[in-house]
Nanobody, 124 residues
Framework: QVQLVESGGGLVQAGGSLRLSCAASGRSFDRYGMGWFRQAPGKEREFVATISWSGDAQIYADSVKGRFTISRDNAKNTMYLQMNSLKREDTAVYYC?????????????????WGQGTQVTVSS
């Protein structure tokens, strides 16, 4: 029911910042739980952060807690991931995902829709 498109990735030096965007099209965006995941070569896709319908509740992976901030603007059908104090180990393809009628989902296989991904590379 939704199409997701990520943008905002790129090359940044360690300690720098990037903001990723996920634009959604389709009906009932306000009722979708949204999340960010990332995947490095040879690694499993891992959870980064998720956000409730209203944006009031957020959950973060321990590895990014205190550095990343997830948010959403339902009027614009867009979700964001502000990434600060980036580390080399943050290098990965970042994906946004949506699940209908649910919130607080941390497992990738429970999400219904996925974007194509955007590359984030953090230099040493």
């Amino acid at each position: 029911q939704v199409q997701l498109v990520e943008s905002g990735g790129g090359l940044v030096q360690a300690g720098g910042s990037l903001r990723l965007s996920c634009a959604a099209s389709g009906r009932s965006f306000d009722r979708y739980g949204m999340g960010w995941f990332r995947q490095a070569p040879g690694k499993e896709r891992e959870f980064v952060a998720t956000i409730s319908w209203s944006g009031d509740a957020q959950i973060y992976a321990d590895s990014v807690k205190g550095r990343f901030t997830i948010s959403r603007d339902n009027a614009k059908n867009t979700m964001y991931l502000q990434m600060n104090s980036l580390k080399r180990e943050d290098t990965a393809v970042y994906y946004c995902a949506a699940v209908c009628g649910r919130v607080g989902i941390l497992r990738a296989n429970e999400y219904d829709y996925w974007g194509q991904g955007t590359q984030v590379t953090v230099s040493s």
